[in-house]
């Protein structure tokens, strides 16, 4: 009797500072990817690999990075979930396991992402998010932000506001919506897109940052969108303010 | 001229967890009173001295942690605190910097204080918050944690509840509210008293928390209020949930 093969899809959260980004590397240890992939291998005694919704860099963090596996193990799926977080580390945390159709690709079928960048806008840092958000001292002119982010909505090509290396992908790409919200110093800015180059979320809100203190004119982004200069951008915000919030299937 | 010795009271937060407590002490580095002392001492280029309303223990953090010290110095205030975080570890900040009447003392003047202790009740833990909050993954019934905590209110004797060595001076305290708020998994129980003994709302939260799993019955709030054996009350739990959130005067 042959075994029934489940595809499991899993919805986690991790904390990016001590890792080198998501991606299994050849020469580069202490992967988010190897970190689970190990636990969930001797948890189920398979030799598991997965895919994820896409990679985080280095530093990154995920609030709802999706992930999907294959196994033959019948545990109960909340029950392994239970497991996998006792021996995961505590930076990394499962929050959902589902058994979803074998067809499930948790890479190919992505609608659409939500990413969030945390700014504090403030002389004084705060001991308890110094990890999560970006501390940017300068004063922002939060009107010319928003005015600003509604230049990125649309349909455009995005290679100026990305890192990426010479490539012959496509560098075009679909922003929903872009959602600033404050609480006291806070700024979180909320991107929705169909897809995000490398870098490009945190170009963005640099080129925002930049912008909103003045030192960049709002219409650099529609001359960035037509010349693709990098260097016309605003400066790559760290990767600490960065979350993966959300995944849409 | 003599020059005019100033007051300042300061409030400020840290995360304890890398720390070994306020308190400076002879054999032990790295407390949080040795690294403000040197930081503020090299900006004032003065040998300072500070006070704090009372010590925190090793991991435990504070939001309102207030003190005061004396200078010379006549730097403008917020100026003083701007310099003072630059210098500071970002896990620890200055919020805000008074100049207090040259009586203001931050131990001897306290009135009453308020600290918070977090408890998540789950199975899945929080990437996010473990160092921030207990996780604690029994079932509660929280009813009897709110039952139980009334108790706790007015003037006892809380010797059962410390793990303080023999002392001739007071185990008496008086607690004047409890207040249990409940986000979702997250607990937060405020404690607002007089003064707290060591280790005493550590071990008042874990008394509270085996009421709360059936493990221990209500009454022994007093019956350890009169017999005061320590090992009949919960257990001391762990420091990184506990907060000093208020020092009031």
Redesign the interface.
Known sequence: MSKIMKNLKATL???GTRYNGWQRQKNSKNTIQEVIEKVISEVLDENIEIIASGRTDAGV?ANGQVINFKTENNLNIDEL??II?TNLP??????KIEEVDNKFHSRYNVKSKVYVYKILNS??????L?K?IYQYTKELDINKMIEASKLFLGTHDFKGFSSGKKTKKSTIRTIYDIDIKIEGNEISIFYHGDGFLYNMVRIMTGTLLEIANGNLDKNCITEIFDNQIRSEAGFTVPPHGLFLLKVIY
Chains 1, 2 share one sequence.
């Open positions: 959260s991790y904390d963090h979930r239970d977080n505590n930076d990394i945390s499962f929050n002389k004084i840092h705060d001991p308890f110094r999560y």
